[in-house]
């Protein structure tokens, strides 16, 4: 069973930047896909961006493109999450999910078998 630590939120201002971290134990890291999503007050829990087990393959939600970026160290069992250009939009907590033996570009938050805790990501206007 895998554990998953997500660090890295905070509060910023509109235009800023945050590095969100997901760190794994108690399983294989490169055997899993990796998800970031991310759930507002009074919102449904909507898909940021996944990668595959190997780091090949990205897919992001398209109101994130160009915006954030997803990439994993799998010698560190680690997945990040780099925001820029943050907006007020992208307030929200912000899970990391994975997906055993998944191929790295599933959206649907059921498909991923373990989530962490969430941290809280808060921009300013």
């Known amino acids: 069973q895998v554990q998953l630590y997500e660090s890295g939120g905070g509060l910023v201002q509109a235009g800023g930047s945050l590095r969100l971290s997901c760190a794994a134990s108690g399983g294989t890291f490169s055997r899993y896909a990796m998800g970031w999503f991310r759930q507002a007050p009074g919102k449904e829990r909507e898909f940021v961006a996944a990668?595959?087990?190997?780091?090949?393959?990205?897919t992001y939600q398209d109101s994130v493109k160009g915006r954030f970026t997803i990439s994993r160290d799998n010698a560190k069992n680690t997945v990040y999450l780099q925001m820029n250009t943050l907006k007020p939009e992208d307030t929200a907590v912000y899970y990391c999910?994975?997906?055993?033996?998944?191929?790295?570009?599933?959206?649907?938050?059921?498909?991923?078998?373990?989530w962490g805790q969430g941290t809280q990501v808060t921009v300013s206007s």
């Open positions: 990668i595959s087990r190997s780091g090949g393959t990205t």
């Open positions: 999910a994975a997906d055993y033996l998944g191929v790295g570009y599933s959206r649907e938050g059921r498909q991923y078998d373990y």
